[in-house]
């Protein structure tokens, strides 16, 4: 079992940045390919950016790569989002979730744990 809690969301401005947290819980954090995920009012959860065990593999959606950046640090059992040039696009509820696989997958179906959310707003 793995317990997930997001923290760093907020309100920002367009152009600005935000650094997305994740806290698990458990002693097989390390284990666990971790994903980042939003939903946006209205659209289905989509695919953000991913980490495998070791945080030498990651994988981005088109539209956050070279502007979002997911790190990890196994011994805090913390993952990252770093979310920089944000637009009013970005706008959704973030979620982390976590994956036991070694490859990292883009379906939120294949996620096994989920945490609560975080909301960013990006206001123009």
């Known amino acids: 079992q793995v317990r997930l809690v997001e923290s760093g969301g907020g309100l920002v401005q367009a152009g600005g940045s935000l650094r997305l947290s994740c806290a698990a819980s458990?002693?097989?954090?390390?284990?666990?390919?971790m994903g980042w995920f939003r939903q946006a009012p209205g659209k289905e959860r989509e695919f953000v950016a991913g980490i495998n065990w070791s945080g030498g593999s990651t994988k981005y959606s088109d539209s956050e790569k070279g502007r979002f950046t997911i790190s990890r640090d196994n011994a805090k059992n913390t993952v990252y989002l770093q979310m920089n040039s944000l637009k009013p696009e970005d706008t959704a509820v973030y979620y982390c979730a976590a994956h036991l696989s070694a490859v990292v997958p883009t379906g939120p179906d294949e996620y096994d744990y989920w945490g609560q959310g975080t909301q960013v707003t990006v206001s123009s």
């Open positions: 458990g002693r097989t954090f390390s284990s666990y390919v």
